[in-house]
Nanobody, 119 residues
């Protein structure tokens, strides 16, 4: 059972930056893919970016350019750097982890989310 704890959200002015953190309860080498998602009020949860255990990154087309995902293996933490924030970036941001076993069994875990409010 992997536990994910997001942090770093808060109130930010338009055009500002934030860095969100997702701390995992175990080595992130054991996690196949870690991703960041967000959900605005009244909308569906949407993908922002993912990073694999090998370090490969993938971004949703609409998120390219202002968001950057990275990882620190020594801290078992994945980050989301967000720049040039806009009012439409206001949402709860969630961390997601997918573990795929050699037998191709898949386990999915979510954090509790961190709120980002664009002022």
């Amino acid at each position: 059972q992997v536990q994910l704890v997001e942090s770093g959200g808060g109130l930010v002015q338009a055009g500002g930056s934030l860095r969100l953190s997702c701390a995992a309860s175990e080595s992130i080498f054991s996690i196949s893919v870690i991703g960041w998602y967000r959900q605005a009020s009244g909308k569906q949860r949407e993908l922002i970016a993912t990073i694999s255990s090998g370090g490969s990154t993938n971004y949703a087309d609409s998120m390219k350019g202002r968001f950057a995902i990275s990882r620190d293996n020594t801290k078992n933490t994945v980050y989301l750097q967000m720049n040039s924030l806009k009012p439409e970036d206001t949402a709860v941001y969630y961390c997601n982890a997918i573990i795929i076993t050699p037998a191709l069994a898949r386990s999915i875990y979510w954090g509790q989310g961190t709120q980002v409010i664009e002022d």
